[in-house]
């Protein structure tokens, strides 16, 4: 029997590294970090007004004239609904030793988004509107996708509507 011996050489594989990168932050502590490529990037979107308003439909509080939500709070908003429905028992007498206490006050979400990993621009809102407990609580893993998707939307484009500084 011939046996032929295979080579065995280690694998090289270039690992491409990610120009972007967001990071999600409660209290200045990582919940959530995701690098990524966006294709027929344009250098002009960091310095122009898509640029604010992408960030605002990610993590606004107040977007728009009518106080809509981003994608985060409007999801953290349907985290807490959903977290005091499942808590709610319509038979028996609410005390408030029954009601557990939202987060405790002054917990601020931080939206950052990187270039290079430079900050190109952060946004921040108060976690005073939502029940959920930031430090258990949090799991955004659901709408990354939506998140890296408004990213690379907006900052694909061809032409932008530049700031000056």
């Not at 979107?45 to 960030?55: A, F, P, R, T």
């Not at 007498?93 to 979400?109: C, H, L, R, T, W």
């Amino acid at each position: 029997m011939n046996v032929t011996e295979k080579v065995n050489q280690p694998i090289t594989k270039k690992i491409e590294e990610q120009r972007f990168e967001f990071v999600l932050y409660i209290n200045n502590n990582i919940i959530c970090q995701r690098y990524f490529n966006i294709y027929d990037f344009n250098e002009d979107s960091i310095k122009s007004l898509e640029l604010k308003e992408m960030m605002d439909n990610i993590a606004s509080m107040g977007n728009g004239g009518f106080g809509g939500m981003g994608i985060i709070p409007n999801y953290l908003k349907q985290k807490s609904l959903n977290y005091l429905w499942d808590n709610y028992n319509p038979y028996s007498i609410q005390n408030d030793e029954s009601y557990k206490a939202p987060a405790k006050k002054g917990d601020v979400f931080k939206f950052e988004f990187k270039v290079d990993k430079r900050s190109a621009c952060e946004i921040e809102f108060p976690n005073d509107f939502f029940t959920l407990n930031p430090k258990v609580n949090i799991d955004i893993r659901e709408i990354i996708p939506s998140i890296m998707t408004e990213i690379r939307q907006s900052l694909n484009q061809k032409n932008y509507t530049i700031i000056e500084y």
